[in-house]
């Protein structure tokens, strides 16, 4: 089964919090209570996506944190690697040279472009569209991804 952690899951609706008051600075407590997490969890988060450059950290009384670019700028992806670290849907995907059947492997050109595939998705949903009580995505007709394997 394909997933994210519970912590990227936890990431998101962190800055979901955030993005849906964007402009003010909130204490990593009261994105705690607003998200329904523990506040240790929250702050574990924060850590992270301030390294990724995606929430900005204020300190002093009225401190706490604030998104660093607007929710319609930050794609999924962002947060996905900022917590996971880069997408690989296997270790072939993003490291080269880590499996002995590398040079003579038939399926790894195709994981590779599933992979891209995931990656542009994940780019193409931003945290703004995240602020939405449900998302909608276009039907399967409106919008195709040409996948193309290898030897098709």
């Known amino acids: 089964m394909l997933r994210v952690t519970k912590l990227t899951d936890y990431a998101t609706v962190v800055l979901t919090v955030l993005a849906a008051q964007h402009d003010r600075v909130l204490s990593a407590a009261e994105m705690a209570e607003r998200a329904g997490l523990e506040a240790p969890t929250v702050s574990k988060v924060l850590k992270p996506l301030a ?12 401190g706490g944190y604030r998104l660093a670019r ?3 700028e930050i794609g999924l992806i ?3 690697e900022a917590m996971e670290g880069p997408l690989g849907m296997t270790e ?3 490291h080269e040279g ?6 003579q492997c ?7 472009r599933i992979n891209d595939v995931v990656v542009e998705a994940l780019s193409n949903v931003t945290l703004a569209q995240m602020l939405a009580p449900t998302f909608s995505p276009e039907p399967a ?3 195709r991804i040409d996948l193309r394997l290898a030897g098709a």
């Open 51 to 62: 390294q990724a450059g995606l929430v900005e950290g204020f300190r002093g009384a009225n």
């Open 70 to 72: 607007a929710p319609e």
């Open 78 to 80: 962002e947060i996905v």
């Open 92 to 94: 072939c995907s993003v």
């Open 98 to 103: 880590n499996c002995g059947l590398e040079q």
């Open 106 to 112: 038939g399926v790894r050109a195709n994981w590779r």
């Open 141 to 143: 007709s409106a919008k």
